[in-house]
């Protein structure tokens, strides 16, 4: 013998609701708008809005500092001099650490010409970017 059990009834609707809500009838007082904030809702005007045509959204991004790490390689950027945007083009010139490089090898002995390979190696010599319009120097990357 099975009992069959009646469905729950549905919860009872809450006072003064129509089903489906009618958008015309008048709203209970707690869905009232805010008064005397100095907002203004629902109105011509609002938000800057200033009728029926198509609003235009205005996104103020952050400018980003972009920090450009000058090394061997050359680098886009602008033109100090010439506030051209360009690709830099790079040349070595002897810098510190080949002057160092020099007295190691003198000292420990290579003085007969040996120590004078730093200064025919782009890898111990410093790297200076310019600017190809103007031949300006952009920056300068030392190797000390």
């Not at 003064?16 to 100095?38: D, E, I, L, R, T």
């Not at 205005?58 to 950027?77: D, G, L, N, W």
């Not at 020099?102 to 200064?119: D, E, H, S």
């Amino acid at each position: 013998m099975s009992v069959q059990q009646e469905p729950p009834p549905p919860y009872p609707p809450p006072p003064n609701a129509a089903y489906p809500p009618n958008p015309n009838a008048p709203q209970p007082a707690y869905y009232s708008q805010p008064q005397g904030h100095g907002y203004s809702y629902n109105q011509p005007g609002a938000y800057g809005h200033q009728g029926g045509g198509a609003t235009t959204v205005v996104v103020h991004q952050p400018t980003v500092a972009v920090v450009q790490s000058f090394r061997q390689v050359p680098v886009r950027t602008r033109c100090p001099a010439c506030q051209a945007e360009i690709t830099t083009s790079t040349h070595y010139e002897v810098g510190t650490l080949t002057w160092i490089i020099c007295v190691i090898v003198c000292l420990i002995g290579c003085y007969l010409g040996c120590c004078l390979i730093p200064f025919c190696v782009d890898g111990c010599k410093d790297v200076v970017h310019s600017c190809p319009n103007c031949r300006t120097q952009v920056a300068r990357w030392s190797r000390m």
